[in-house]
């Protein structure tokens, strides 16, 4: 088990960056895979994008190829996710987790993910 904060969410015009950022202490953290999801009220938790434990390999919804970028620093115990072109779409909450993954492809499925954070709210004004 590891315990996950996040961090960085923010007020953003549409157009404009932040770069959130899950900071994990307990258990090994370069075993496991991470994920990041969102969500908005009435909806259910929405895949955002995953990274292997090495860091080696990402995944992304395609609603964010190409705008966000996933990253890791196994020394740190940190996953960052780095969003641009951000979209009044984007406004949600973002949550990090975690799970004891060492296969491919990632986890996408948020009942894959066994430890979550407590989620920052990421607004994008239009």
């Known amino acids: 088990q590891v315990q996950l904060v996040e961090s960085g969410g923010g007020l953003v015009q549409a157009g404009g960056s932040l770069r959130l950022s899950c900071a994990a202490s307990?258990?090994?953290?370069?075993?496991?895979?991470v994920g990041w999801f969102r969500q908005t009220p009435g909806k259910e938790r929405e895949f955002v994008a995953a990274?292997?434990?090495?860091?080696?390999?990402?995944s992304y919804a395609d609603s964010v190829k190409g705008r966000f970028t996933i990253s890791r620093d196994n020394a740190k115990a940190t996953v960052y996710l780095q969003m641009n072109s951000l979209k009044a779409e984007d406004t949600a909450v973002y949550y990090c987790?975690?799970?004891?993954?060492?296969?491919?492809?990632?986890?996408?499925?948020?009942?894959?993910?066994?430890?979550w954070g407590q989620g920052t709210q990421v607004t994008v004004s239009s």
């Open positions: 987790a975690a799970v004891l993954w060492r296969g491919l492809p990632n986890p996408t499925a948020s009942h894959e993910y066994i430890d």
């Open positions: 307990g258990r090994t953290f370069s075993r496991f895979a």
């Open positions: 990274i292997n434990w090495s860091g080696a390999t990402t």
